[in-house]
């Protein structure tokens, strides 16, 4: 079974830059797809990125496409969130997920099988 930990949130002001890791354990991590998704304090829980067992694709959704990219190193076990331009609207708490999934369902959260504690994005405007 796999555990997940993120790092790297804080606090940042609008148009800065953060970079979200995710360190995962416990199983073969090649095999799982990867990735982001963010619950700001009213909304629900929202897809953000995942990216293919390889790390050669990543899917966005359209709200950070062109300003985030993930990524994933195999032989160190993590996935990473590059976050550009940041808006206010990006606040949220930012949980790593990792899966067997078909790649019509990256964006439904239910179909991912861990899930790290979340690290928090403050952007202030």
């Known amino acids: 079974q796999m555990q997940l930990v993120e790092s790297g949130g804080g606090l940042v002001q609008a148009g800065g830059s953060l970079r979200l890791s995710c360190a995962a354990s416990g199983a073969t991590f090649s095999s799982y797809r990867m990735a982001w998704f963010r619950q700001g304090a009213v909304k629900e829980r929202e897809f953000v990125a995942a990216?293919?067992?390889?790390?050669?694709?990543?899917i966005y959704a359209d709200s950070v496409k062109g300003r985030f990219t993930i990524s994933r190193d195999n032989a160190k076990k993590t996935v990473t969130l590059q976050m550009n331009s940041l808006k206010a609207e990006d606040t949220a708490v930012y949980y790593c997920?990792?899966?067997?999934?078909?790649?019509?369902?990256?964006?439904?959260?239910?179909?991912?099988?861990?899930w790290g504690q979340g690290t928090t994005v403050t952007v202030s405007s």
């Open positions: 990216i293919t067992y390889s790390g050669d694709t990543g």
């Open positions: 997920a990792a899966g067997w999934l078909y790649e019509s369902d990256y964006r439904r959260g239910n179909k991912y099988l861990a």
